[in-house]
């Protein structure tokens, strides 16, 4: 037999694989044909061949993303919290457009929920009926309005007194217009809800006369308001504010801030008539 110019014996011929044949015997064919010393098997042509590609898994790959992480339980509990707070506060803000344009008594819960779009399982989540609704909101502005009204100093010697009242005047006008719903509510709708109520109205009205009575007084002492009944000045002054803004919220009246102050003050200051007294 005559070797190979290497030295080793030539390999033997082995018949060529069928058409069709698999891969594992087309590599026992190649290493037949080239024998397990050549080059060409020393390349891994066999090995390769005969050892089938592992298939990919579905999440390898350039294109695959690592899935995202879960966020922490107090991102999750604080974005559950939001959403809370935001339904409830759409049900008070629903609840308060009803009852302006209906009235308490006219009001329903379900008048309520078709208004806020909510179930009437979801609105007894928070809020056992709809007086809760209701004592609620007026608590709340019942609160705004309080926080707008100061006392009147007459012995501060870096504001005037017509500073003061005017400043006074000016933010309450700016309370009761920026929401007129709750001041037609307020002034309008909030007295007969119940006995109770009623009287929860009766007091919050007196603690904001008492201020005015204090004011009158005070100012009396030192000769700058006229004399007279504080208490029937305070709540003379009281009921002007409230029917004036009864009006604009009910019609629909556009103002311009400052010139109420201005008239509204120009009342306080100098009464109406002009006219000198008889005699």
Known sequence: MALAPDGTPPASAGPSPAPGASANDRAAAAVRVVGRGSPVYALGIATRASSPRPKRAPDEGKH???????????????????????????????????????????????????????????????FADKRTLFEELVDRFFTRLAMAIHRVDPRDPARPVEAQTRDNIRRILLVLLDDRPMSKILIADAVGVDPSFDGKLLSFYDEIAKLFIESITEGQSLGIVRGGDARLLAYFTMGGLKEVLLQIVSRGWQVEVEALVDTIYGLVRHGYLLAPADG
Not at 75 to 103: N, Y
């Open 64 to 126: 695959a993303r690592a899935p995202r992480p879960a966020p922490p339980a107090e991102v999750r509990a604080g974005a559950a919290g939001r959403g809370k707070v935001d339904r409830r506060q759409q049900i008070l803000a629903r609840g308060r457009d009803v009852f302006a344009r209906h009235g308490y008594h006219a009001t329903t819960v379900d008048d309520i929920v078709a208004a806020a779009g909510v179930a009437r399982g979801t609105f007894y989540l928070y």
